[in-house]
């Protein structure tokens, strides 16, 4: 991490839906918080269902947030006015996960990326196509095919206008949701690339939303572990893959496979880190830790290393023996 003021804070977001057809809320995003520091990626990680997109959407003010802090370049988003928020978008773009849904079929290129640069005034409009020409340089992709329309692009050149018209705005923070996950392995490689090379250029900082560990390992310098709308471990990337501590954490990456036959084998026949944690954690209340939560109001959250923390929630107690090893 940089010694820089984060460009994006969140503290204790949460996100509850409402009731549906005689069913309890839910409690999507329970009390999410992490920094996010110029030019930097955090990896949001965890199995579907996890709150990972939820979160994502929160931050972005395009999922009403019921509680909790989001502060971009220092300001306040989840009680700005509609058209403060509106000049804010400029500062933050998304990046879906279907290139094939995510562009208007019947507009060319050139309307798709030039839409967000009359919405936002950002360039005069008889500059428009020159800017229209340089986002489609930017991304790889030769300017002279912004008159095609969406269907006559494969889905790595989709994704790549995507990814343009994020940036048509010059954004400082960028959600990627799961932006490689409907790509074969070969294009996620090249818009994996893109993203860095992207980064280095224009010190963009990325929440990059997946459930594909090795993806994100590549991605990020840090990374959340998300579980049940909560986060369970969070880290630099390398103490995380390395020495991870929270026993989902250690079932995510032992269902990563391995490339060599004999390796995956062995790990296959390997005991799992606790293919059971979710059936005994908590149960007792008590934190492995040795804190009374319940009594004194602290956090379930505990620094086990210098940037490094995980909850104690979803903690079975006899994997705390473990955790030095």
């Given at each position: ?23 309890p ?41 019921t ?95 995507v ?22 392995v ?17 010190h ?79 149960e ?9 939560h ?6 379930e ?10 909850s ?14």
């Amino acid at each position: 991490m940089t010694g820089a003021a984060p460009l994006l804070r969140v503290r204790d977001l949460c996100v509850t839906f409402p009731p549906r057809r005689g069913r309890p809320p839910v409690r999507a995003v329970d009390h999410v918080s992490f920094d996010i520091a110029p030019g930097q990626t955090l990896g949001l990680v965890g199995e579907s269902g996890s709150g990972k997109t939820t979160t994502g959407r929160a931050i972005l003010q395009l999922q009403p947030v019921t509680g909790g802090s989001v502060e971009l370049l220092g300001r306040e988003l989840s009680a700005m006015p509609r058209a403060e928020l509106r000049a804010m978008r400029r500062h933050m773009q998304f990046v879906l996960q279907n290139p094939y849904s995510s562009l208007h079929p019947r507009m060319t290129v050139a309307q798709i990326l030039a839409e967000p640069l009359t919405v936002h005034g950002s360039v005069p409009k008889p500059r428009i196509p020159e800017r229209v020409a340089e986002l489609m340089t930017v991304v790889g992709m030769d300017p002279t095919v912004v008159r095609r329309y969406p269907h006559e692009f494969s889905g790595g050149q989709r994704q790549r206008i995507v990814i343009a018209r994020a940036l048509a705005v010059n954004p400082d923070f960028v959600v990627c949701d799961e932006p490689v996950s409907a790509l074969d392995v070969r294009t996620q490689a090249q818009i994996v690339d893109l993203l860095h090379d992207l980064q280095d250029k224009l010190h963009l900082s990325y929440l990059f939303i997946a459930h594909d560990l090795a993806i994100v390992r590549a991605v990020a310098h840090r990374v959340a572990v998300m579980y049940g709308g909560r986060i369970v471990e969070l880290g630099d990337a390398a103490d995380v893959y390395e020495r991870p501590a929270h026993p989902y954490t250690r079932n995510l990456l032992d269902a990563v496979p391995i490339a060599d036959p004999a390796k995956q084998r062995a790990k296959l026949a390997a005991p799992a880190a606790d293919p059971d944690f979710r059936g005994r954690a908590g149960e007792s209340g008590a934190c492995v830790f040795g804190d009374d939560h319940g009594a004194s109001g602290a956090p379930e959250w505990h620094e086990i290393a210098p940037g490094h923390g995980v909850s104690c929630r979803y903690w079975p107690a006899d994997l705390m023996a473990r955790r030095a090893t």
